[in-house]
């Protein structure tokens, strides 16, 4: 191992599956001057794919080492890792972490602690595991011209409905396969129900209009409640079924942010990002679009990412949050969406009434829709109100 005075030192905390991809792509980049000096890991009598005698139980031998410049956190548990990151920060470490939940809900804490101990935390994977896309957002975007920022986000669930559309594979089975690869939270119904998604979205959020706010403030509907009946929909008028976070500004300068699943058509640069790829695309004011593309989840993708912004500590990148200094957005739901709304009979009448103008409704023996226009405060309570209601937007 490199120990001379240039090499970084890191604490890795988790060797699970990104842990152990990151253990990997380290032993495979030479050129790279950092060394693993430990990992702090929960259960020691857990059988891992090596055993290494850098393994710890007690994270003090990370925190209280002197020499460890840097502080990798890649744990499941989004409150341990929290505390880890607010310790870490306390002891003058840098923090790399993919932790998006944990991103999310202390986002604003975040920006805090890294003014007062003037130490940087860098979460490159925790978006779209190998897509560059905080780093483009924080160098090339950093002007107001960003208009909009939208795209699948979520591996696991774009892995799930590109199955069921392809393979006709049953969305249990494919879920069961998005976890045997890796893809999914050890908590499914983070991907499923659209949370990973959001929080990815709260992510880009601050680096692309420096607007800050907490998960419950944003609507996230996922694809759990899709049903055979839009599976058929989409299918016969050569739909694909996505789900897509966006972000835009308005005319009034405010931004509108959300999670959806969507109908996307052949035309659309998302409709061919399949399986447990990503794909975002930036509109800029005058030019046009640029469209991200990439692996969305998985060990080695994530692994690269939080390695890229190892290697950027080398250099003391740090990000700068840009927008947040120069105007305020605050959110708005005052915006109209044509959606997909699928109901049960006997809702019928009081589904009926949140639709500002309803366009085509369609009713069988077993289920119903209606497309029409609703505005998003109002889709944020008929969700409260009706959680199971699947909901597709179809602008
Ligand atoms: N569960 C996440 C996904 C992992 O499927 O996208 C990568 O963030």
Redesign the pocket.
């Known amino acids: 191992m490199n120990t001379d005075k240039r090499t970084l030192n890191i604490g890795l905390f988790g060797f699970g599956c990104v842990g152990y991809g990151l253990y990997s792509v380290i032993g495979k980049t030479p050129g790279l001057k950092v060394n693993i000096k430990r990992i702090c890991i929960r259960d020691e009598s857990k059988e891992r794919p090596v055993k290494l005698p850098l393994f710890t139980a007690d994270k003090y031998k990370i925190l209280d080492d002197p020499d460890i410049q840097v502080v990798v956190e890649l744990i499941d548990d989004a409150d341990a890792a929290w505390e880890i990151t607010q310790l870490a920060l306390r002891k003058g470490k840098a923090v790399v972490t993919?932790n998006?939940k944990m991103l999310a809900e202390h986002m604003e804490e975040i920006l805090e602690l890294q003014k007062i101990h003037g130490r940087p935390v860098l979460y490159e994977?925790?978006?779209?595991?190998s897509i560059p896309i905080i780093r483009n957002l924080e160098e090339y975007y950093d002007n107001d011209l960003l208009q909009k920022i939208e795209g699948i986000?979520?591996?696991?669930?774009?892995?799930i409905l590109s199955k069921i559309n392809k393979d006709n594979t049953t969305y249990l089975n494919a879920l069961q396969e998005?976890q045997e690869l890796g893809?999914?939270?050890s908590n499914?119904l983070?991907?499923t129900g659209g949370f990973?998604?959001k929080y990815?979205l709260l992510i880009l959020l601050a680096h692309a209009f420096g607007t800050i706010v907490k998960p419950e403030e944003i609507l996230n509907i996922g694809i759990q409640n899709l049903g055979d009946l839009e599976i058929q929909f989409a299918r016969e008028k050569g739909y694909k079924i996505k789900l897509i976070a966006q972000a835009y500004r308005n005319e009034d300068e405010t931004v509108t942010a959300f999670v959806a699943p969507q109908f996307v058509k052949p035309h659309q640069q998302l409709y061919a990002v399949d399986d447990?790829y990503?794909g975002v695309i930036a509109e800029s004011a005058f030019s046009e679009n640029q469209f991200f593309y990439g692996r969305?989840?998985?060990a080695f993708p994530?692994a690269s990412a939080v390695l890229s912004d190892i290697s950027a500590l080398t250099y003391q990148y740090k990000y700068e949050y840009k927008k947040m200094k120069q105007i305020h957005y605050p959110i708005s739901t005052d915006v109209t969406l044509t959606l997909f709304v699928r109901f049960s009979q006997e809702h019928e009448k009081s589904i009926a009434g949140y639709f500002e103008k309803i366009e085509e409704t369609y009713s069988n023996r077993n289920s119903q829709f209606i497309i029409g226009k609703m505005q998003l405060g109002k889709l944020k309570q008929l969700k409260e109100t009706y959680p199971e209601l699947s909901v597709i937007v179809a602008n």
């Open positions: 993919a998006k994977g925790a978006v779209c595991a986000v979520n591996g696991s669930t774009n892995y998005a893809y999914a939270e499914p983070l991907d990973d998604a990815k447990v990503n969305g989840a998985g994530t």
